[in-house]
């Protein structure tokens, strides 16, 4: 099968044959493009379909929408049919969210390739290794929401499912040979089972922008106000917030305080079609801004990192000092093995035993189970040491108040008294020469 190879399904009738062959299939490639680089309300623009026998690309837009693809999602679901991404987490997303689809058999070659330690872990660098062929990326940045779609965008699409299910079997045999066939299971699970929140407008995002917090009380208010009418302005035209403007311009406004049409055509990123569509709302939220400074920066509403104690720094330590030497005699990427995350989660707790990691919701089943005793014996060994080295520093402090010992063995009084010793020394001394004094 060419690359050129495929068709393009457009009418609902084609689509539902396609779904009942697919549902006959052991394994089906997919890959999906959508349109976030182009739109303020993205959506999924394509899905690349391939069996070993044939390539479809399902064009939801001329479908009629995304909700269109309905006959697709028995075949997501089924657990008979093996269905292939590489890098699926996006795919899944899109299309949890914009068809309500559910997965159950998954395989994601870009994860295989992670466990597997592979240094380039791209389709393009796969396919170019295993396969000696140079995929197309020219069209990595095309704005698939436009129709008609050229000769050199489908053929990228094509090319995105071509080579995937012969990747997978690849893969799929290294994984069993290495042993970590079921650490990609329970990966490929818990993304099948993964839920996204719903998409809201972030109102306090103009706290994000690089800068922000450096802004005095009234700057920090304009930049509020030019954030939240670009918001508005790209919502209405449909465009990335991105390009309607960038944060840099809208940092610089709101450091100059500019409220007029002829200091605003001076800034960088503002083009004479920015000022004649948008200058004088610009202008109108500068003001608005500049009458009312910024109360108190309220938290972000991200998670807080807690502050370790010494004793679980130390923990953490040891744990890392595990993980590089383990993670290379693997031949994986640290993070991969562990993320920093799920080894500080482990510090904090402390478990005492590898049924105890089960509950630390940072950590992966396949983690807990190959190498839960080794971090419970990495835990106890490093306990064992800072109790030892605490008994340790104990002794010499208590040595250095007791005194040395003589060479007969007995105590040799310390040459040091503790502050509130020679205070009291000195007290008698003052005592007794006041007690001369006065008989004299």
């Known amino acids: 099968m060419e690359l050129s190879d495929y068709e ?32 303020y309300f993205d959506k999924v623009c394509l899905v690349q379909i391939a069996t070993r026998d044939g390539c479809w690309l399902v064009d939801p837009i001329a479908l009629g929408g995304a909700a269109e693809l309905e006959p697709l999602g028995p075949v997501f679901s089924s657990p008979k049919v093996k269905v292939l991404f590489h890098a699926a987490e996006y795919d899944i997303y899109v299309l949890k969210r914009d068809c309500g689809f559910e997965f159950t058999n998954l395989f994601d070659t870009m994860v295989s390739a992670q466990l ?122 449909d465009r990335p917030p991105f390009k309607v403007l960038g944060n840099r311009t809208l940092l610089e406004i709101a450091r100059e305080k500019i409220s007029d049409l002829d200091s605003l055509a001076e800034i960088k990123g503002i083009t004479d079609l920015i000022l004649k569509r948008l200058g004088k709302d610009m202008v109108a939220a500068v003001k608005k801004g500049l009458r009312k400074p910024h109360g108190p920066i309220p938290r972000l509403d991200t998670a807080v990192r807690r502050r370790m104690d010494r004793p679980t720094e130390k923990r953490l330590a040891a744990l890392k000092e595990w993980r590089g030497p383990r993670a290379q005699s693997l031949a994986l990427d640290p993070g991969v093995l562990c993320p920093n995350a799920a080894l500080e989660a482990i510090a904090w707790a402390s478990p005492a035993t590898a049924d105890e990691m089960k509950s630390i919701v940072e950590l992966k089943g396949w983690f807990v189970r190959e190498f839960g005793e080794e971090i419970v014996g990495v835990l106890a060994t490093h306990a064992e040491s800072a109790a030892a080295a605490e008994a340790a520093e104990g002794d010499a402090t208590a040595e250095g108040q007791n005194g040395e010992a003589r060479p007969d063995g007995s105590p040799r009084r310390s040459r040091r008294r503790s502050g509130r010793s020679r205070r009291s020394a000195r007290a008698k001394r003052a005592a007794r020469q006041g007690t001369t004094k006065s008989s004299s």
Request: hydrophobic share 40%.
């Open 8 to 39: 393009i399904i457009t009418q609902r009738s084609d689509l539902e044959r396609l779904a009942k062959q697919l549902m006959r299939e052991e394994v089906v490639a997919v890959d999906t493009e959508a349109d976030s680089f182009y739109h």
């Open 116 to 237: 597997l330690g592979y240094p380039a872990i791209g389709l393009s660098a796969l396919v170019e290794k295993h396969f000696g062929v140079s995929l197309p990326k020219d069209e990595q940045r095309s704005d698939w929401s436009r129709r008609p779609l050229t000769e050199k965008q489908l053929r990228y699409a094509a090319s995105d499912v071509h080579y995937l299910i012969q990747l997978a079997e690849t893969l799929e045999g290294e994984l069993r040979r290495a042993g970590r066939f079921e650490w990609a299971m329970n990966d490929f699970e818990t993304l099948c089972g993964r839920r996204w929140p719903d998409r809201e407008f972030d109102e306090l995002g103009y706290l994000r922008i690089t800068g922000a917090r450096a802004l005095d009380p009234v700057a920090l208010a304009v930049l509020r106000e030019l954030y939240l009418l670009r918001d508005q302005r790209s919502r209405e035209i």
